[in-house]
C-alpha cells in the first residue's frame, strides 16, 4: 500500500487523468475510418462495442472534472470535455517521446 500525501495523491490522480486519456486517444484512433465515415466490418463492429463502454467511461469522467470549472450543463460541455482528453493524450505521447 502506498503511504500517500496531499502531493502523491495529487500525482497519482494526475497519472490515472492522463492513462484514461491515452486510452481514449487509442481508442478514438483504432476507430477512425468507422466514426469519419468508412467502411466498418464486423470485427470493427464488435470491437467498438467493447470500447464504447471505456470510452463513455472516460468521456463521463472527464466532463465531470471539466464540471469543476465549468457550471454548464454536463450536455453543454461534453464535447469540451472530449478536447480536453485528445490535449491530454497528446500530452502523454510528448512525455513517452521524451523518455
Known amino acids: 500500500m502506498l503511504d ?5 495523491h495529487l500525482l497519482l490522480a494526475e497519472i490515472l487523468g492522463l492513462a484514461m486519456a491515452r ?44 464540471g469543476r470549472f465549468d457550471n454548464r450543463p454536463a450536455d ?3 464535447c469540451d470535455a472530449l478536447l480536453q482528453i485528445i490535449n491530454l493524450a497528446k500530452l502523454t505521447q510528448r512525455s513517452d517521446e521524451i523518455r
Open 23 to 66: 486510452r481514449a486517444s487509442d481508442i478514438l484512433e483504432r476507430h477512425r475510418s468507422a466514426l469519419t465515415g468508412g467502411v466498418a466490418t464486423q470485427s470493427d463492429d464488435d470491437q467498438f462495442d467493447l470500447d464504447n463502454a471505456i470510452f463513455g467511461a472516460v468521456l463521463d469522467a472527464a466532463n465531470e472534472c471539466l
Open 76 to 78: 453543454d460541455r461534453w
Open 4 to 8: 500517500t500525501s496531499g502531493a502523491q
